[in-house]
């Protein structure tokens, strides 16, 4: 009796087949061709979540530093290079800003940390600017969809320029801005009212 069942034990076939292995590997490869993507675009959902939060956080400390020194502090994007934002004081007077950072020779320089350095050199009012922030980079994949220049006022309110009204810039109307942060097929929009509110949506 115990021959038979050592018999009929060594006798039952081991390990997989051809066909099981590649029905194994078929099943492997098309869950993989699914799941990709979806990673793909959760990494790069992600990347951009991350980018506009920056971006966010960076225009609430335009804002907030606005408030704090009564100046008027703009937020410049793909300065002074595709990528790159910086929060900077106003030079000169919101009644006629070419004499200061719309001057033809400011405007490409206003975010250079060559010619702005952060922090500044000195801290004396009247040498300005004293209240630039640190020139920022979105991650190398994640690129500036639209985007428009914001000046926060020490009232918390938002001015955009426009080239049919006279200095100073006019207050945001009731249409809001929207910075558009673009990776890919994928995009993120920071949403910018005339009183400073701001979503990401």
């Keep these: 009796m115990l021959k038979c069942t050592v018999a009929r034990l060594s006798s039952s076939p ?9 029905l194994t590997v078929a099943l492997v490869g098309t869950m993989a061709a699914v799941a ?15 980018d ?8 609430q400390l335009a804002r907030l530093a606005a408030v704090s020194t009564n100046r008027p502090i703009r937020v410049r994007f793909n300065c002074p290079s595709v990528g790159y934002y910086r929060r900077v004081e106003l ?9 200061g950072d719309d001057a033809d020779n400011q405007a ?13 050199a000195d801290s004396d009012p009247l040498s300005r ?6 020139t920022a980079q979105l991650n190398s994949k994640v690129s500036f969809g639209s985007t428009q220049t914001l000046e926060f006022w020490p009232n918390g309110t938002v001015h955009v320029y426009s080239s049919t009204a006279n200095q100073p810039w006019p207050q945001m109307g009731s249409t809001p801005v929207n910075i558009l942060l673009v990776k890919g097929a994928t995009t993120r929009s920071i949403t910018v009212n005339s009183l400073g509110k701001m979503q990401i949506q």
């Design 52 to 59: 506009a939060q920056s971006v966010q956080r960076e225009m």
């Design 129 to 134: 600017p004293n209240s630039d922030g640190p």
């Design 36 to 50: 990709v993507p979806s990673m793909t675009s959760a990494i790069d959902g992600q990347r951009l979540g991350i």
């Design 14 to 22: 081991r390990g997989f087949s051809l066909i099981d292995t590649m």
């Design 91 to 99: 030079i000169g007077s919101v009644n006629n800003p070419n004499t």
């Design 108 to 120: 490409a320089r206003r975010c250079n940390p060559a010619y702005y350095p952060f922090p500044a």
